[in-house]
């Protein structure tokens, strides 16, 4: 179901990205960084699946996925 490996560092390329990537801008021009948000995000699913709460990590890996 996932497919991360938990280790210190996590780059873009560890997450398979399908679609067109979203580029999101603050109202001063910033980007936000939603991909880091997002690969945190699959990590805590990671741990949900590994402790046995299978339904909540899959909520939590799909939230906020697609628009």
């Not at 398979?16 to 690969?39: A, C, H, M, N, T």
């Not at 709460?53 to 697609?66: H, I, L, M």
Request: charged letters at 30%.
């Amino acid at each position: 179901m996932f497919n991360l490996v938990c280790k210190n560092s996590i780059t873009k390329n560890d997450i398979k990205i399908k679609g067109k990537v979203l580029q999101d801008y603050s109202f001063d021009g910033k980007e936000r960084p939603w991909i880091k948000k997002k690969i945190q995000t699959h990590l805590l699913a990671d741990a949900y699946f590994k402790l046995g709460y299978q339904n909540k990590a899959v909520r939590v890996d799909e939230c906020g996925t697609y628009l």
